[in-house]
């Protein structure tokens, strides 16, 4: 069965930072793309960040450039998302994702909380 496990969340203050990470079991995603998406609270889940399989291409919304970054260990089968600077506006449930084909991200976890206070 395979699984995606997030972990890192937490209550922090605006300007400090956090580390997600996601931990997939089941089958290893070290050829597919990996992806955090978020869902503020009374708000659809959106985009935050993506890393193909290597690591070597990232690719950000805009309202967290130069603030957060994607990252990934294949052999841990696990990706990253090193927040900095985090906003009251980065309040939302974090997602990660694997193995997207025609922008349908076939694998979810099941998301943690992170909440930013001003």
């Known amino acids: 069965q395979v699984q995606l496990v997030e972990s890192g969340g937490g209550l922090v203050q605006a300007g400090e930072s956090l580390k997600l990470s996601c931990a997939a079991s089941?089958?290893?995603?070290?050829?597919?793309?990996m992806g955090w998406f978020r869902q503020p609270p009374g708000k659809e889940r959106e985009f935050v960040a993506t890393?193909?399989?290597?690591?070597?291409?990232?690719y950000y919304t805009d309202s967290v450039k130069g603030r957060f970054t994607i990252s990934r260990d294949n052999a841990k089968n696990t990706v990253y998302l090193q927040m900095n600077n985090l906003k009251p506006e980065d309040t939302a449930v974090y997602y990660c994702?694997?193995?997207?084909?025609?922008?349908?991200?076939?694998?979810w976890g099941q998301g943690t909380q992170v909440t930013v206070s001003s």
């Open positions: 890393v193909n399989w290597s690591g070597t291409n990232t």
């Open positions: 089941g089958r290893s995603f070290s050829t597919k793309p």
């Open positions: 994702a694997a193995d997207v084909h025609s922008g349908v991200w076939n694998y």
